[in-house]
C-alpha cells in the first residue's frame, strides 16, 4: 500500500490528467459566476469545484487546476467573480484563493490515503479544507485591509462578514462534495487506470 502511495504521488501527468486538470480548471471558473441568491451574503459554487478538483484527481492534481486558475486570472483572463489581472493581489478576498489551492491539496491527499471511501472520512477531509480557505480568506483579509489597503477592519467584523455569514452555504457544498466523491472517484479512479 506505502509503495502503491509513493509510486502515485512519482508518476508522470497524462494527457487525460492534463485534460481533467482543465475540466476542473474550467468548473471552477464557471463556479465562480455561479451564484446562489441566499439571504445576506451569496454565495458561489467556486469552493464546491476547487474541492472535487483535490478529493477526486488528488492533491497534486487538484492543486494544479486551481492553480491554474489563478494564475489565469493573475494574468488579466475576467475569471474570478470580480474580473482579473495582478491587481487582484491586493483585493482583501485573495486569500480564499490561495485558500482553495492549498485546500485541493490537503483534501486531496488526506481522501488518497484512505484505505477505503467512507462519506464521514470525506466530509471531514472537506471541513478541513473548508478551515484552511476560510484561515487563509480571513488572514489575509486583515492584512490587506490594515495594512495595504489602509481600510481597517476589526476582529469581530471580520470573523462576521467573512466567516459567520458566509461559511453556512460552504458547510452544504462539504456535504454535497463528500456524496458526489463517495459516488464518481471509484468510476474515475477505474477510468484513470485503464
Do not use: H
Not at 441568491?37 to 469552493?47: D, E, I, N
Not at 471511501?117 to 480568506?137: D, Q
Amino acid at each position: 500500500m506505502q509503495q502503491n502511495m509513493i509510486s502515485e504521488s512519482r508518476r508522470r501527468i497524462t494527457i487525460r490528467d492534463m485534460v481533467m486538470c482543465a475540466l476542473f480548471t474550467a468548473l471552477i471558473t464557471a463556479g465562480a459566476f455561479i451564484k446562489i441568491p441566499v439571504p445576506v451574503v451569496p454565495f458561489t459554487l467556486q469552493f464546491l469545484f476547487t474541492m472535487l478538483a483535490g478529493l477526486l484527481m488528488g492533491g497534486k492534481l487538484g492543486a494544479i487546476s486551481t492553480g491554474v486558475y489563478t494564475v489565469l486570472g493573475l494574468v488579466g483572463l475576467p475569471i474570478f467573480a470580480e474580473g482579473g489581472g495582478i491587481w487582484y493581489i491586493f483585493k482583501p478576498s485573495f486569500g480564499y484563493i490561495i485558500g482553495f489551492i492549498i485546500a485541493a491539496y490537503v483534501t486531496g491527499n488526506l481522501v488518497e490515503k484512505m484505505p477505503e471511501l467512507k462519506f464521514g472520512r470525506i466530509l471531514i477531509a472537506n471541513f478541513i479544507g473548508l478551515l484552511i480557505v476560510y484561515a487563509m480568506g480571513m488572514a489575509y483579509y486583515y492584512i490587506i485591509c490594515n495594512y495595504v489597503i489602509n481600510t481597517p477592519i476589526g476582529f469581530w467584523p471580520l470573523f462576521l462578514y467573512c466567516f459567520l455569514m458566509a461559511v453556512p452555504g460552504d458547510i452544504l457544498l462539504c456535504f454535497l462534495a463528500a456524496f458526489l466523491t463517495k459516488r464518481v472517484k471509484p468510476v474515475y479512479d477505474r477510468m484513470r487506470s485503464n
